[in-house]
């Protein structure tokens, strides 16, 4: 038999918290299905609209091709005759190809060169609104939730403080009566805080204290 350490409840029935389990929990492959399935029928539309055409050009591909070898194995002087062509400027053609790679090399260096140059350029512009509208955002959203962490727990630890005050001086008179006012009024405000946060973030609450929930 597990022996488990009951939290304080310091006067008050022990709360049980839903478990408020991730949204993104079994949900990636619905979002998956969400995005590729419109990208399939896409994809199968497309190809339904192109079937025509490539059947088409298959069809006049093999007709042309069909029709060459028939003039080609008919005709020996055709045969020859490229042979013969073919021989005669092999050598330059292959010059020209070479000059042809080199000058496309040289053009598509420059023209690559001065588009990392120019887009570098306006990238960088752009970043000197993007920068800090990032920086900003960052230090304000660390700020924004180390004061909601911060807050959470010192409305806790208050509620635990008033609730061991309110245990010494008791639950009547006005001394005891503001106490519990008090106390109540930092614990609902906590719990109000952790549902908010459980909504935002998707999972049951921020990490229970160590002295435990009240």
Known sequence: MSMQSAQPTYGYPAKEYPNITPASAGGLSSITETITAPISRATSGLASLAAPLTDTAAYWGRLGYDTF???WD???VLRAFTYAFGALTAIPNLIFLTYAAISFGI???IATVGVLVV???ILGFGMLFLGPILFFSFWGALIAVGLFTAAFYGLRASSITLS???SVTGDSGIVGGSVGLAKNALA??????EKAEAVVVGREGLPVPIAGRV
């Open 74 to 76: 008919a005709y020996p």
């Open 188 to 193: 609902t405000t906590a719990d109000l805080m």
């Open 69 to 71: 070898r028939v003039y």
């Open 119 to 121: 887009e570098g350029g």
């Open 164 to 166: 061991t005050a309110q």
């Open 107 to 109: 053009v598509a260096t």
